[in-house]
């Protein structure tokens, strides 16, 4: 059994940055991690996933360039470094253990509770 807890949301102003962890109880450096997120009356979107070993990283095209994946698997940790935050990326943010070492878009059934973003304009 896994267990994925996330941190690190709140609120901030457009143009703002904010990092969110995910600190995962059970394996984790054998596996991809990913970040997704769901805003209010809308599907779960991918944000960005990362390999085993953080040698590669996928990104939405909604944040590429402003968003940055990495993990430290000494700390069973995963990290997503956000910049230049507009309002959509109002959302809940959830951390999500992939099936498989390597990075992809699509989630296995391993989530975190989330963690709320609310980009203010």
Same mark, same amino acid.
């Given at each position: 059994q896994v267990q994925l807890v996330e941190s690190g949301g709140g609120l901030v102003q457009a143009g703002g940055s904010l990092a969110l962890s995910c600190v995962v109880v059970g394996r984790f450096a054998t596996y991809?991690? !990913?970040w997704f997120?769901?805003? /209010? !009356?809308? &599907?779960?979107e991918f944000v960005a996933s990362i390999s085993g070993t953080g040698a590669r990283t996928y990104y939405g095209d909604s944040v590429k360039g402003r968003f940055t994946i990495s993990r430290d698997n000494a700390k069973n940790t995963v990290y997503l470094q956000m910049n230049s935050l507009k /309002? &959509?990326?109002?959302?809940?943010y959830y951390c999500n253990r992939q099936g498989g070492s390597m990075p992809t878009m699509t989630p296995s059934d391993s989530w975190g509770? !989330?963690?709320?973003?609310?980009?203010?304009?």
């Amino acid at each position: 059994q896994v267990q994925l807890v996330e941190s690190g949301g709140g609120l901030v102003q457009a143009g703002g940055s904010l990092a969110l962890s995910c600190v995962v109880v059970g394996r984790f450096a054998t596996y991809a991690m !990913g970040w997704f997120r769901q805003a /209010p !009356g809308k &599907e779960r979107e991918f944000v960005a996933s990362i390999s085993g070993t953080g040698a590669r990283t996928y990104y939405g095209d909604s944040v590429k360039g402003r968003f940055t994946i990495s993990r430290d698997n000494a700390k069973n940790t995963v990290y997503l470094q956000m910049n230049s935050l507009k /309002p &959509e990326d109002t959302a809940v943010y959830y951390c999500n253990r992939q099936g498989g070492s390597m990075p992809t878009m699509t989630p296995s059934d391993s989530w975190g509770q !989330g963690t709320q973003v609310t980009v203010s304009s």
